[in-house]
C-alpha cells in the first residue's frame, strides 16, 4: 500500500521523528548546538530517550501493517497519544531549562516535531478509517447481492 496517501502521512511522521535523533535540539549561547543523543546522554534525559524510540519505531511499524487496518488504526491511536505524551515532557524541560542545562538554553524548532507526528499519525488514521469502512461497504454489498441469487 505505498501508493495511498495515508503512506504519505505516515512516513513524513516518521521521518521527522527519525530525523530528532541527528538535528540540535538546544542551542547554548549564538554558536553551540547539541544533538538530541548528547543531550539525552549528557543530561539523563532517559525518558525522552525511551519516548523517542519508541515513537520511532512505532511510526516505521505502522506503515508495514496494511493488511490489518484495525491494527493500523488502533497502533496510529496509541502512537498519538504517546507523542502527545512526548511533547508535553519536551515542553515541561523548556520551561525548566533554567535547572537542566542553563539559563542561556534555547530549544530549536524539531522540538515541535513530536505534535507535528502526531497530527500527521492522525490524519494518517483518519484515512485508513476511510479506506476500512470502503472495504466494508463493498464486502457488504457483495455479500448482499450473492444472497438475493
Not at 543531550?39 to 493488511?67: D, E, N, W
Not at 487496518?69 to 497502533?75: A, E
Not at 490524519?123 to 466494508?136: F, P, T
Request: positive net charge; proline residues 3%; hydrophobic residues 55%.
Amino acid at each position: 500500500m505505498i501508493q495511498r496517501i495515508q503512506t504519505l502521512f505516515l512516513a513524513i511522521a516518521a521521518g521527522l521523528l527519525i530525523s530528532m535523533f541527528f538535528t540540535p535540539m538546544v542551542r547554548l549561547g549564538e554558536d553551540t548546538t547539541i544533538p538530541f543523543v548528547a543531550v539525552a546522554a549528557a543530561k539523563g534525559f532517559t525518558l525522552t530517550t525511551i519516548f523517542q524510540i519508541v515513537c520511532s519505531v512505532l511510526s516505521v511499524a505502522v506503515i508495514f501493517m496494511y493488511r490489518n487496518r484495525i491494527r493500523q488504526i488502533r497502533l496510529c491511536n496509541l502512537n498519538s497519544l504517546i507523542l502527545i505524551g512526548y511533547q508535553v515532557i519536551l515542553a515541561v524541560y523548556f520551561f525548566q531549562r533554567s535547572s537542566k542545562l542553563g539559563e542561556d538554553a534555547l530549544f530549536t524548532v524539531p522540538c515541535i516535531f513530536p505534535i507535528c507526528a502526531a497530527i500527521l499519525t492522525f490524519i494518517g488514521m483518519r484515512y485508513i478509517a476511510r479506506d476500512e469502512a470502503l472495504v466494508m461497504a463493498s464486502t457488504r454489498l457483495r455479500t448482499s447481492k450473492k444472497a438475493k441469487r
